[in-house]
């Protein structure tokens, strides 16, 4: 673990390989996984503000969960996320020639809304837990994603600098940089092979 100002990071985020590969795992982790998109509630009310400017991009399954249970549900764990469609992928997805992809970050590319996505979603695979007196940043490891370790390691792709613009957008480019620097740091003190 490394500690930058009141952050604890997992060296993994520096030493691990990750690049998404959508073509090769059809964006499951929109699909997968038992709640929909960590949100905080900020996000959520957002979502609730920008959701006719939405709706144009979601699926009618999306539109009509959204309709029934709201742009954000609290889970089983008492944490808000995005909705799920019938228990299985989340109320923001659509498909596009055989790709999970994002109605929201569609939205956005289209200029029709000034967010991107979830933060939880822009950092995957870092999730983020928030504890009194200090945030981790953990490495998440999802069967989901061998494609995206196996493609980050033919690359030599750290996961930090995948994350590089999900990082500079949550907690700023002096935060990022620091990252480059434990990165060389830590390279340092390894072994040689």
Known sequence: MIQIDDRVVSSEILTQKFCCDTASCKGLCCVDGLSGAPLTRPEADKLVDLLPA?????SIQ????????GAAVTDSDGDLVTPLIEGRECAFAIFE??????????????KSIDFQKPISC??????????????????????????????GEKLELP?????KDAIERAYGKEFY???????????ARQPDS
């Open 54 to 58: 939405i709706k144009p991009f979601l």
């Open 62 to 69: 999306g539109l009509r969960t959204i309709e029934r249970y």
């Open 97 to 110: 020639r055989g790709i999970t992809c994002c109605a929201i970050e569609k939205a956005w590319i289209s």
């Open 122 to 151: 822009h950092l995957y695979p870092i999730r983020v837990k928030e504890y009194t007196t200090f945030t981790a940043l953990n490495y998440d490891v999802w069967k989901v994603c061998d494609p995206a370790r196996l493609l």
């Open 159 to 163: 996961v930090y600098r995948f994350l």
């Open 177 to 187: 940089n620091q990252l480059e620097e434990a990165s060389k740091l830590l390279s």
